[in-house]
Nanobody
Framework: VQLQASGGGLVQAGGSLRLSCAAS??????????MGWFRQAPGKEREFVAT????????SYADSVKGRFTISRDNAKNTVYLQMNSLKPEDTAAYYC????????????????WGQGTLVTVSS
């Protein structure tokens, strides 16, 4: 099973991007999983960004992105999104989507499946 993240690119500070994450196999339904986004900047550890419950009702965010990023999902399309507004240079990183069923949402080890990452570069 692969989760394919897309939507990254180069954007100026203050701009917006929307990332998408879709399952590569039709037999894999993300509706059975809680979904999360993480990011990893060069030379830094991978860090939690946002998570959303299986039905989209509940979400949580890292303090650094709260109020600027919004996670959402469309189970019918087997896709999860990350809308990123008011981007800052410090948001520059490779962004990864991941799926999990149980555990702490901000812990990498809780996640069962990972996407390959999409690069976001924010210029000042």
């Amino acid at each position: 099973v692969q989760l394919q993240a897309s939507g990254g690119g180069l954007v100026q500070a203050g701009g917006s991007l929307r990332l998408s994450c879709a399952a590569s196999r039709r037999t894999f339904s993300i509706s059975r999983y809680r979904m999360g986004w993480f990011r990893q900047a060069p030379g830094k550890e991978r860090e939690f960004v946002a998570t959303i419950s299986w039905n989209g009702v509940n979400s949580s965010y890292a303090d650094s992105v709260k109020g600027r990023f919004t996670i959402s999902r469309d189970n019918a399309k087997n896709t999860v999104y990350l809308q990123m507004n008011s981007l800052k240079p410090e948001d520059t990183a490779a962004y990864y989507c991941a799926a999990y069923k149980r555990g702490d949402y901000d812990v990498l080890g809780s996640y069962d499946y990972w996407g390959q990452g999409t690069l976001v570069t924010v210029s000042s």
